[in-house]
């Protein structure tokens, strides 16, 4: 059974930065494709950020320079490093493979950009 738990997020200024972890269990990370998705209040989830087993990054336009997502293969996470955050970035940010898969959606963590 495979479980994924996003941690990292909270309640950070515009401008400031905060790094989100994604551990697994039951999926060896480094040969999946994995993404960061977020989903804010009203709207559709969205695809912010992917790696390949190979290393490739794709990011949304929206974040692109600003986000970073990476792998650490000995401990099996993925993670999302923020910076110059939004409050348009505020939202329940959640990891998974790319393409998802429904079974696999954690709780997901809660992103909130406010002055």
């Known amino acids: 059974q495979v479980q994924l738990v996003e941690s990292g997020g909270g309640l950070v200024q515009p401008g400031g930065s905060l790094q989100l972890s994604c551990g697994a269990s039951?999926?060896?990370?480094?040969?999946?494709?994995m993404g960061w998705y977020r989903q804010a209040p009203g709207r559709q989830r969205e695809l912010v950020a992917s790696?390949?087993?190979?290393?490739?990054?794709t990011y949304r336009e929206s974040v692109k320079g600003r986000f970073t997502i990476s792998r650490n293969n000995a401990k099996n996470l993925v993670s999302l490093q923020m910076n110059s955050l939004k409050p348009e970035d505020t939202a329940v940010y959640y990891c998974?493979?790319?393409?998802?898969?429904?079974?696999?959606w954690g709780q997901g963590t809660q992103v909130t950009v406010s002055s």
């Open positions: 998974n493979t790319s393409p998802s898969v429904s079974t696999y």
């Open positions: 039951g999926i060896i990370l480094r040969f999946a494709t």
């Open positions: 790696i390949t087993s190979g290393g490739t990054t």
